[in-house]
């Protein structure tokens, strides 16, 4: 299944992308896609069951219609730094050997296609293209091995990240990460079953149409079990927590020199099988 959620920000609502590309409301099943919702692992079968009956009578969205992140405000949005060697090696840094990760606050989650908004003061804004996992069953102190029972689904992220903030201006990483609107999710989230092999998907991302990054996540220092169990060691990870897994070469800080983005620019990205999204930049 692939889940979205749609609306004006006051007023997002779950819906549905169907097999066949139709997007449609799904009000009707009574749930959000936030935390209650995830926590029980017979919701999503019973969601399953809801569309078999209801997909073809349900309000199917109109053209132009806003989408929402694919999942509601989650309790935490946890990312891993320089998960991708080539990544690593343009930032100047070696690779890890343990997981890096940071915050990224929840108050900067957006719709997919929403503006991403250049922040006062900032000059280095950036993108980052991430494969997202949301989190199913509540996960703590989980081996790698059961990992993946604990994963509700998949989606694309940009990682946006203000360079000066995240670097230059001292302490975490967390103030560069987290400015407003500075995580859009979706189009939707798919669940493992709509993906042949989340380990090898082809992710990129363009700015007007030229394309900056070109990567794969069979790439991943630290693959997806690896990642969800690693984190579950140090906090417990709730049901729909957001964990982006990091970004491939090619971000604006790794040219030379280096590119950022300023107001009109138009950044679009995708992943195999978890859709496409695209911003267009404002100054806050
Ligand atoms: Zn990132």
Redesign the pocket.
């Known amino acids: 299944m692939k889940l979205l959620r749609h609306g004006q920000p006051d007023s997002e609502k779950p819906g549905l992308q169907l097999a066949d590309g139709r997007q449609i409301d799904a009000s009707g099943f009574g749930m959000d896609w936030n935390e209650n919702f995830f926590a029980d692992p017979a919701n999503m079968d019973g969601l399953r069951k809801w569309a078999e009956t209801n997909a073809d009578s349900a309000p199917v969205l109109e053209q132009g219609t806003r989408l929402a992140s694919c999942v509601a405000r989650p309790s935490k949005i946890v990312?891993?730094?320089l998960?991708f060697s080539d990544h690593a090696e343009e930032t100047g840094q070696a690779a890890p050997e343990e997981p890096i990760i940071f915050f990224k606050a929840t108050s900067a989650l957006v719709g997919p296609n929403d503006n991403v908004i250049i922040p006062k003061t900032s000059e280095k804004t950036d993108w980052?293209v991430?494969l997202a996992v949301v989190i199913g069953k509540k996960a703590s102190y989980v081996s790698e091995a059961d990992a993946l029972d604990h994963v509700a689904g998949y989606a694309l992220?940009n990682?946006y990240?203000e360079r000066a903030f995240q670097i230059e201006r001292g302490g975490q990483w967390v103030k560069g990460?987290s400015c407003d609107s500075f995580a859009p999710i979706g189009p939707f989230m798919a669940t493992p079953d709509e993906l042949d092999d989340v380990n090898n998907l082809k992710m990129w991302l363009k700015v007007n149409g030229e394309t900056k990054q070109n990567g794969n996540t069979c790439n991943l220092i630290f693959n997806i079990p690896q990642v969800v169990g690693y984190l579950s060691q140090f906090m417990t990870l709730l049901p729909g927590d957001v964990i982006?897994?990091?970004?491939p070469a090619g971000?604006g800080l790794g040219f030379d020199p280096p590119q950022f983005l300023s107001k009109g620019d138009v950044v679009e990205l995708g992943i195999d099988g978890l859709g496409e999204s695209r911003q267009e930049a404002v100054n806050a």
């Not at 982006?244 to 970004?247: A, F, H, R, Y």
């Open positions: 990312c891993i730094g998960n980052e991430e992220h990682d990240s990460k982006s897994t990091g970004t971000v």
